[in-house]
């Protein structure tokens, strides 16, 4: 059998890795280079944690995910991965740490609740005026995005049964047929296509621009003290709701950067625009770090970093049959890089075995508990 991926960021690069183990042919498509800096997997890092608020499919989730990733550490011969347990917040009001305890107690994973009287002595970085409740979890920690990528790359291009074709845009898919158009009008075939191009999704397919949105977003990157960095670089992830302005912190662990964004969408912007971001934009959440983190005044901004989320409404995966010979594949809403392992074993083995398309969807989109079968 013969798949063309459409699209080199973690989900095409992994559903290309999951074929490939399953001894299929594989032609991957990619408009710029591999890895593509432009791409939303791109980034020094991502978090991976099991609190997910109200969606319990998501929590149930993340154990696949975590069994996917060291099946890939396996075949990649490293790991590219560091935990630092999870910090949950509340302030303002908000309750997004307490819904996630109580989902994550109901599936026999329970958060500890901290005391705020003993966040000071446990967390000494971090300002606790004006939190409400914590919740803390041993699991969660730093997936290392960017060598993932590049890790992939290198092993599917060891593939005897894989094609990567960077810097080759395509310009026109028919799931119907199976089949893609090049830029160059070159044109190929295959027994199954997978669109897996990220926040360009809505351009190639044009009836989708409706539910998957781009979404123009900027993460900041601190240069910190050395003391602080080195207390830093043993700290836990940091996932604080505060209503108005809620940020993510991602410690700097194994020598990578120090990085705060938040998780409001704009659901705006042109993924090939200029990538140019101002401290402007950030105002709100380099507020709230004066008013979270101790000794804020003396980090300085290292990078402003400009991504693309493509991004739905429920924040839920579209990971869907189009066509007769057709698959669209977007888990990403600013939380699918954890999930990118799983998504991309577990679309090959329904695509290689024929499982139930519908079932498939309603897995990705968090709906079930169970994966698809």
Sequence with gaps: MKTIIVGGGIMGLSTAWGLAREGHEVDLFEQGPLPNPLASSVDQHRLIRHPYG????YARMIDEAFAAWDLLWGDLGQRFYAPTGTLALNGNGANWAERSATVLAGIGRSMTEIPVGDLPRRFPLLDTKGV??????????????????????????????VRLHANTAVRDVDLERGSVTTATGAKHTADTVVVAAGAWLPR???????????????????????????????GPMVIEKTGDVG?????PAEG???????????????PDAPREASEGEMRPLLERCRSL??????????????????????????????????????????????????????????????????AHAKWAAGLVGDGPT
């Design 256 to 270: 990578r950067g120090m990085k705060i964004g938040d998780h409001e969408f704009s659901r705006a912007g042109d």
């Design 247 to 251: 940020l993510y912190l991602v410690p």
């Design 293 to 358: 983190l101790k000794g804020f005044e003396r980090w300085r901004i290292e990078q402003l970093k400009v991504c693309f989320y493509s991004v739905t409404d429920d924040e839920r995966f579209v990971v869907e049959k189009h066509g007769a010979r057709g698959w669209v594949m977007s888990p990403c809403s600013g939380h699918g890089f954890k999930f990118g392992a799983v998504m991309g074993l577990e679309l090959a083995r329904t695509i290689a075995g024929g499982r139930d398309a519908a």
């Design 204 to 234: 190639l397919l044009p009836t989708l621009a409706g539910r998957v949105v781009p979404s123009r977003q900027i993460v900041i990157y601190f240069d910190l003290p050395d003391d602080q960095r080195a207390a830093w670089a043993k």
């Design 54 to 57: 109200d969606h319990a499919g």
């Design 132 to 161: 409400e409740r914590a919740f803390w979890l041993d699991t969660g920690g730093v997936l290392f995005a960017q060598d993932i990528v590049a890790g992939l790359v290198r092993h599917l291009s060891g593939q005897p049964r």
